[in-house]
């Protein structure tokens, strides 16, 4: 007998094994045909691997493989399977307290980009810079990796380093870091000249809502007149957080509606009555996610004015959920939308005062037009 025939007699023998028990429970579930069909030829092949690969398959490490070959092909660069460790990682992240060498990373057009380097960690102390592209990571391109993957590779143990291969103008050139232990203060307040208040929102993780009332509050006691808020850098985070600090700025109504590809909706609302200060809010090409959803609800309720250049334009929703070996899912689920019904997927906010920061600026005029507006609005 042929070779061919013996592959083809061991596919089929493998599929009929499965064929009866899956077609009744198919049936009982109510499954159609082609449903079926799928199923059926997924499990022949996994079993034709399990029986005839050359060499022992670690079954775990294979339906890890399936499950993240599944979400690789819906080509959405925000949706990902994570094994246990990578679940781990992402968790530690949102908690605000990892080891890590503290940038934040955006992708877009297929490149990976850092969108922040927080103060004091080793990225900065490393020299790297917002609008880096990351080429590699370890030696291993980007390419090569989901783009949320590349996260979950800069992360690691405290004390162990990663080698970054940095593309920066027509340089490109290899940064050894060493990983330490990041404490993410997402949100600091500074009091200004002329009762000008300033809150600087990194991230929303899981303490922002908290870290920012706690700042606002302080500002209030200290006599503020009016507020900046600056969300540059900023990539966005937990929803829930953005929501917690839009209850303090944004007036009673619409935050930001979730939208399923049902037609279902979640309307997040605010419960303020009123604005009780004037608002800037700065925004650049690296506000994304949960501080596009900030300053879309401001702008869209005339509650601030908007500072910068058009945001990031990232207007989709994830979900993460727990799976059954400790690892875990994140997929898009939705849209969001503005209050006034705006989806910014793709396309970003843009701000009612545009003021580009000049590279290599010694002077901050983005923060200086937003105070020269602030003042305006004070007078």
Do not use: W
């Not at 061991?10 to 077609?23: C, G, M, R």
């Not at 291993?140 to 004390?159: D, F, K, L, N, Y």
């Not at 959803?293 to 989709?316: E, H, M, W």
């Amino acid at each position: 007998m042929s070779k061919k025939k013996i592959i083809i007699g061991v596919i089929v023998t493998a599929v009929l094994s499965s064929f009866l028990t899956i077609a009744g429970l198919c049936f009982a579930f109510g499954i159609h045909s082609s449903e079926l069909a799928d199923i059926v030829r997924f499990l022949g092949v996994k079993r034709f691997i399990e029986t005839r690969y050359v060499s022992d398959v670690d079954e775990t490490k294979l339906m890890d493989g399936a499950i993240s070959g599944m979400v690789q092909s819906l080509g959405d660069p925000h949706s990902i399977y994570m094994n246990a460790d990578k679940f781990e990682q992402l968790k530690e992240h949102t908690e605000g307290e990892f080891g890590g060498i503290g940038v934040t990373m955006g992708f877009k057009d297929s490149k990976v980009t850092i969108i922040s380097v927080l103060d004091d960690t080793p990225g900065q102390n490393a020299g790297l810079e917002a609008g880096d592209e990351i080429m590699a990571v370890d030696g291993t391109p980007v390419s090569e990796m989901q783009p949320e993957e590349v996260a979950m590779h800069i992360r690691g143990e405290v004390g162990t380093d990663v080698v970054l291969t940095i593309k920066r103008g027509d340089e490109t050139k290899d940064y050894t870091i060493e990983r330490a232990t990041i404490k993410i203060d997402t949100a600091k307040g500074t009091m200004l000249e002329d009762g000008m208040g300033y809150i600087r929102i990194a991230s929303f993780s899981e303490n922002t809502g908290k870290e920012f009332k706690a700042a606002y509050e302080s500002l209030a006691e200290q006599g503020m007149k009016g507020l900046i808020i600056d969300l540059r850098e900023n990539p966005g985070g937990l929803v829930t957080s953005c929501v917690e600090v839009a209850n303090l700025v944004v007036p009673k109504g619409p935050i930001v509606s979730v939208v399923e590809r049902d037609g279902s909706k979640e309307v997040h609302e605010s419960k303020l009555e009123e604005s009780k200060y004037p608002i800037v809010v700065l925004i650049d090409g690296n506000s994304a996610s949960a501080s596009e959803i900030l300053a879309g609800a401001l702008q869209d309720t005339g509650a601030a004015t908007l500072v910068g250049t058009k945001s990031y334009g990232k207007g989709s929703v994830q979900v993460v959920v727990p799976m059954l070996h400790d690892d875990g899912l994140k997929l898009t689920i939705a849209k969001y939308y503005t209050p006034s019904g705006r989806c910014i997927d793709g396309t970003g906010i843009e701000p009612d005062v545009e003021v580009e920061l000049p590279e290599g600026a010694t002077t901050d005029v983005q923060l200086e037009k937003a105070k020269e507006v602030l003042k305006e609005k004070l007078q």
